[in-house]
């Protein structure tokens, strides 16, 4: 039995795609380095995600508040194209140039997922594919200017504005908003967390 959820996410969408499962849980945000060496989106996202979850661990235990029954929830997610891996743009230029990179292509959304249940922990990654239809520069700068793109891996929300422009997705849909769903309860399963 499952006494409290953590969710360890400032992202409204990830927020949003929890609670819209009927699961209770508080979302924290406990400080992380994201810098990492690694290459691969794959390993990238993954260890962002275990960082973030161990993050969370520590504050709580810090705090008094961690039990053995915690169930920790940590993702991390970006968008790889054309050999570069794109996080979330540094600004409106930066969201441009992302945007100019996916514009007429396909590109691959992987979210590193890591669940800590008491001291049982189970990482993994889930990849999507997705298409974009060319778009015009003008196109391109006047979806900067809406402000969608600023804290979105890969400058876009593919609940949002930017579906006009994607032509296909192949894969989980919830990965490219931020929280792959079925990943999560796969790993859910595996820890014999019920929630």
Same mark, same amino acid.
């Given at each position: 039995?499952?006494?409290?959820?953590?969710?360890?996410?400032?992202?409204?969408?990830?927020?949003?795609?929890?609670?819209?499962?009927?699961?209770?849980?508080?979302?924290?945000?406990?400080?992380?380095?994201?810098?990492?060496?690694?290459?691969?989106?794959?390993?990238?996202?993954?260890?962002?995600?275990? &960082?973030?979850?161990?993050?969370?661990?520590?504050?709580?235990?810090?705090?008094?508040?961690?039990?053995?029954?915690?169930?920790?929830?940590?993702?991390?997610?970006?968008?790889?194209?054309?050999?570069?891996?794109?996080?979330?743009?540094?600004?409106?230029?930066?969201?441009?140039?992302?945007?100019?990179?996916?514009?007429?292509?396909? +590109?691959?959304?992987?979210?590193?997922?890591?669940?800590?249940?008491?001291? &049982?922990?189970?990482? *993994? +990654?889930?990849?999507?594919?997705?298409?974009?239809?060319?778009?015009?520069?003008?196109?391109?700068?006047?979806?900067?200017?809406?402000?969608?793109?600023?804290?979105? $891996?890969? *400058?876009?929300?593919?609940?949002?504005? $930017?579906?006009?422009?994607?032509?296909?997705?192949?894969?989980?849909?919830?990965?490219?908003?931020?929280?792959?769903? +079925?990943?999560?309860?796969?790993?859910?399963?595996?820890?014999?967390?019920?929630?």
């Amino acid at each position: 039995m499952v006494l409290q959820i953590i969710l360890a996410s400032a992202s409204p969408r990830r927020r949003e795609i929890l609670a819209s499962l009927g699961i209770p849980f508080r979302a924290v945000t406990a400080p992380c380095d994201e810098q990492s060496g690694l290459r691969t989106p794959e390993a990238l996202t993954e260890e962002l995600s275990r &960082r973030k979850a161990e993050s969370a661990r520590s504050m709580l235990q810090s705090s008094g508040e961690l039990t053995p029954d915690t169930l920790i929830i940590g993702c991390d997610t970006v968008v790889y194209a054309g050999e570069k891996i794109l996080g979330k743009p540094r600004d409106d230029e930066d969201a441009a140039r992302m945007l100019r990179l996916l514009a007429g292509g396909a +590109h691959t959304v992987v979210s590193g997922l890591t669940v800590r249940f008491g001291e &049982r922990i189970a990482t *993994a +990654h889930e990849t999507t594919r997705v298409w974009f239809d060319p778009m015009s520069e003008q196109e391109i700068l006047a979806y900067v200017r809406s402000g969608e793109p600023r804290d979105k $891996a890969g *400058a876009y929300a593919v609940q949002g504005l $930017a579906r006009r422009w994607i032509s296909g997705i192949e894969g989980d849909y919830f990965n490219v908003v931020g929280l792959p769903v +079925h990943l999560l309860f796969r790993l859910l399963r595996n820890l014999g967390a019920d929630v």
